[in-house]
């Protein structure tokens, strides 16, 4: 379920030089490359630590298709490595964990306040239940026990639908504490049941229990869980009047589970009478939480942005202590609309006028020094296109195919009493078809500058970014239009766009999502060249 705000401010880039400039703000340095011959997730950075970077990563097996039929041609397969501080690899192994049919699947590596975990599952068909292990990671040659310690298990025994629980787990803001959250098997048309688990930072189990939803199950959708540093478990929901409800009839409500609950506390997270688009949290150092989204217009029709909202909750009497609402001007919602209109016809031009902003989503919320607010936000949204295929022989088969869409970036700035004092717009449009793995942008905070690092495309980068329009990127398909980009935004609101390396002369992308800001002027990223990867270390000047 992902969210993920964080606190800790991501952020990303490439950069090599082959766009040599004099006053470039960066210097980048390349690690040694490694393999993946299969198709493959892009690595996830778990840890970092003096000693050097871990990467967890698993690989996908791969299919080809004999008359319509897939046939597996490769297994899937997950690796522990380590990288010293020049990123060379000093420890790269295959996770395998028993054999046959006792075999586990590694699904996670874990951080919490310096400890390594790993995370496996396996499905006993005997007894039809799923069992979820955990084994702690040795630093210093990353091994772990032969046999891991069981802390859940899903019974389906009756359920002949059910499929594989999907287990998750969030950090509490100091990294104290886990929770573990996963659904439970249940009957059609009933309240969805969850369970929770929270553990200390060595995953030592503090408090669990069941959790059935109030509302039937097409009346109310989870959107996120959260965990305090006091172990408190916060469930925000979205949650429609009734069945079969229009796009936006809905509120959000937020559900707190503590150590021996009967029934959870529900508060309601309505703004100002405002019909809300989005919300999302963001767990404080002392457990406040920091609400923020954005809201439409009055009769609330369909992608209707106005403006966006933060509120904040007390942590221990979830009062609200303060409340901000930002209009978003009428001619920025009229620019980012007609830009987004790429190349549509004149009739969808026409139609989409009488429409406003695309929805908002927050990754970054930032408290300032002073007490002022710094909102971080990116205009993003999916959408499904079906077809069918005919056999000639008077059947076929559907398909289905996803497209993501990342926007421009907005960052909101407030001043300490709430007030806003800019609006700044990266522009930006990325398009791809079935996966977001390259879409999105990494952020870092250095100094006086925000970092973002994404995929563009070459003719998006003059320099002078206040008046130059955005031009449209179809997709990530034309190797030789593609390029890393540094854009750099300044306490005056100053943009400056660096290229950082060309896809075409390196064949290499960046995963923006997949990165760590190691310390005050130094990050880590995750590029791709061809069927490789490699980390790379980013230092700004």
Same mark, same amino acid.
């Given at each position: ?345 004149? /009739?969808?031009? /026409? /139609? ?190």
């Amino acid at each position: 379920m992902k969210k993920h705000f964080v606190f800790v401010f991501l952020i990303l880039l490439g950069s090599l030089s082959l766009f040599a400039q004099s006053n470039k703000s960066f210097e980048l340095f390349l690690g040694e490359e490694f393999a993946d011959k299969n198709l493959t997730l892009p690595p996830s950075i778990f840890a970092t630590d003096g000693s050097g970077y871990y990467l967890f990563q698993n690989k996908m097996a791969a299919y080809v298709a004999i008359a319509f039929i897939p046939i597996k041609v490769s297994k899937e397969a997950s690796y522990l490595r380590k990288f010293d501080k020049n990123l060379n690899s000093t420890i790269s192994e295959e996770i395998i964990l028993g054999s046959g049919r006792t075999a586990e699947d590694p699904i996670l590596a874990y951080s919490a306040l310096g400890n390594l975990h790993l995370f496996s599952t396996l499905q006993d068909k005997g007894d039809r239940k799923h069992l979820l292990y955990h084994r702690s990671i040795n630093k210093k040659d990353l091994s772990y026990p032969a046999e891991g310690k069981l802390l859940t298990e899903v019974s389906y025994d009756g359920f002949p639908r059910y499929r594989y629980p999907n287990f998750n787990f969030e950090r509490s803001r100091d990294s104290s504490k886990v929770l573990l959250h996963y659904q439970l098997p249940n009957v059609k048309d009933a309240p969805d049941r969850f369970k929770v688990h929270v553990f200390n930072e060595e995953m030592i189990e503090l408090w669990n229990a069941p959790f059935t939803l109030p509302y039937p199950e097409n009346q109310l959708f989870i959107q996120s869980f959260e965990l305090s540093n006091e172990g408190r478990v916060y469930v925000l929901a979205k949650y429609y009047d009734t069945p079969k409800a229009k796009a936006y009839n809905y509120t959000y409500k937020l559900f707190v589970l503590t150590p021996g609950f009967e029934k959870a506390d529900e508060y309601d997270l309505g703004f100002r009478d405002k019909p809300l688009s989005n919300l999302q949290l963001q767990m404080e150092p002392d457990d406040d939480i920091v609400c923020v989204g954005s809201y439409m217009a009055g009769d609330g029709k369909w992608k209707s942005v106005e403006g966006v909202f933060f509120f904040k909750l007390n942590g221990t009497t979830l009062e609200r202590e303060t409340e901000r609402l930002i209009e978003i001007p009428t001619e920025m919602v009229r620019d980012l609309m007609s830009e987004d209109m790429g190349n549509k016809s004149e /009739k969808k031009k /026409k /139609k989409m006028e009488e429409r406003t902003l695309n929805s908002i989503h927050f990754n970054d919320v930032v408290l300032r020094s002073d007490g002022g607010l710094l909102m971080v936000g990116e205009i993003s949204y999916s959408y499904t296109t079906s077809y069918y295929v005919s056999d000639g022989q008077g059947g076929g088969y559907w398909v289905y195919k996803t497209v993501y869409v990342s926007g421009d970036i907005l960052t909101f700035t407030l001043d300490p009493e709430g007030e806003i004092e800019r609006i700044d717009r990266i522009r930006k449009y990325q398009r791809q078809e079935e996966s977001n793995v390259l879409l999105s942008y990494g952020m870092a905070i250095t100094r006086d500058k925000l970092r973002f690092v994404y995929n563009d495309r070459i003719e998006n980068l003059p320099l002078s970014q206040k008046e130059s329009p955005r031009l449209y990127v179809p997709s990530f398909g034309r190797k030789n239009k593609q390029l890393v980009t540094l854009a750099s935004l300044d306490a005056e609101g100053n943009i400056k766009k660096e290229g950082i390396v060309s896809v075409k002369e390196a064949e290499m992308y960046a995963f923006p999502r997949e990165a760590k800001q190691v310390s005050g002027s130094e990050m880590i990223i995750v590029l791709q060249k061809g069927k490789k990867r490699r980390l790379a270390k980013i230092t700004f000047k």
